[in-house]
C-alpha cells in the first residue's frame, strides 16, 4: 500500500523581492502556461503584484512551487539576445534568484 506525502508548507508571501530565489523564463506562452499550471500558489493572487526595477519592461508572475517561492519571466519573442536580456532584468528585479532556468 503506497502513502501520500504530505504536502511541504507553502512559504510565505515574501516580503520584497529579494525573497525568491528561483527564476524560470519563457520564449512562448505555451511554455509559460505550463510553468503556470504548475504553480502550487500564485502570489499575484494575494496582494499587489511584485514592484520591478525601473526600465525593466519584463512581465512576470509570481508563485509556489513546492517550497520554493518563484518567479515566471516572459520573454518578448525567442532567441538569445532576448534570453540574455530578460534574464539581466530579472537578476536586477529579483536580486535573490540564484537560479534561473530558460525553458
Known amino acids: 500500500m503506497s502513502t501520500l506525502s504530505p ?9 520584497h523581492r ?3 530565489e528561483i527564476a ?3 520564449a512562448l506562452t505555451l511554455e509559460a502556461d505550463a510553468i503556470e499550471a504548475l ?3 500564485h ?18 508572475s509570481t ?11 516572459y520573454m518578448p519573442g ?5 534570453a540574455a536580456t530578460v534574464a539581466s532584468n530579472c537578476g536586477k528585479s529579483f536580486p535573490g534568484i540564484k537560479l534561473a532556468l530558460v525553458v
Open 7 to 15: 504536502r511541504p508548507p507553502r512559504p510565505r508571501r515574501p516580503s
Open 43 to 60: 502570489w499575484d493572487d494575494d496582494g499587489p503584484p511584485f514592484d520591478k526595477e525601473p526600465g525593466d519592461p519584463n512581465a512576470y
Open 24 to 26: 524560470i523564463i519563457c
Open 63 to 73: 508563485g509556489v512551487i513546492g517550497r520554493f517561492n518563484v518567479v515566471l519571466a
Open 18 to 20: 529579494r525573497g525568491f
Open 78 to 82: 525567442m532567441g538569445k539576445v532576448n
Open 39 to 41: 504553480f502550487d500558489h
